[in-house]
């Protein structure tokens, strides 16, 4: 791992997840820490080796993959929690992102690793949008919920780190289905970025661009794609079981992993439940079932 600058004030550590990094002079903050202890260690590497004392992480949102170093970086360097406030609940709670993938209950084995259950870790500070001064520094909590209920992204020195608004086609072409939790705010984020105007933004899981639009468009369009066919698979009613069945089989998925399952099937009500919502299908109970079908 190594530390990109991009302004005086700004850098990123690239990885499976970039990791922000504001400094100035020795004081530094994260945004994100990565998947688990070893990511921690890693950050810490890092900022040693560039004479930066950590002070702040910033989580954008509470998945396991953007906040698993904290724990290592908390205990370890005193480095105190900004986190939104629905994600906070997680960050310091980190069962209940299994608990909510299992639909509420006590969550099988299978839920129970780092890529779904990291480390607890303290939340020191909610943070809003808005204007918030970190290490001396003016940045801004920008709002982008979607993907995950109030996951924020954070701009400073006309940077935008845009946490997981945006996947590449790379990502978006191999798992077809990516993870969205509000499927009606993702979509408003997706036009909100499509207007915005920095110098740089800097996607969580791909390469940073100057220009946004073209993976924003790439995301809309794979959005607006499984809305269709989902509707389309609704020419008779079926069950979330059902439409998820033949929604994976069409896209040419083969879901061996119980996680897998679980976070696509998340998503897939995520979008019954927008269409639902959008009165563009309803609801029929049949047998003991509950059936999705389109609106009359």
Known sequence: MELVAVTTNVAYIPGVVNIGVLRNGERCAVID?????????????VLEAEGLKLEIIINTHSHADHFGGNDYLAR?????????SIESGIISNPILEPVYLFHGATPIRNLRNKFVLAKPSPVDQIIEPGKLEVIDLEVEIIPLPGHCFNQV????????FC?????????IDKYRIPVVQDVGSHL???????GMEYDLFIPAHTKPV???KGLVAKNMVTTQG??????ALLNEPKTTERVMSELCTSYGLDLTVVQQYYLIHMTIMAYLGYLYDEKQIDIEMDGNLLMWKLSP
């Open 210 to 212: 100057e220009d946004i």
């Open 153 to 160: 992204g954070v701009l400073v020195d006309n940077i935008l």
């Open 33 to 45: 820490t990565g998947l688990d202890k070893d990511s921690g260690r890693n950050i810490r590497k």
């Open 76 to 84: 370890n360097l005193k480095a105190e929690v900004y986190a939104p």
């Open 226 to 231: 499984i809305i269709k066919d989902i509707k």
């Open 163 to 171: 946490a997981d608004t945006v996947f590449s086609k790379r990502v």
């Open 188 to 194: 408003k984020t997706l036009d909100r970025l499509n």
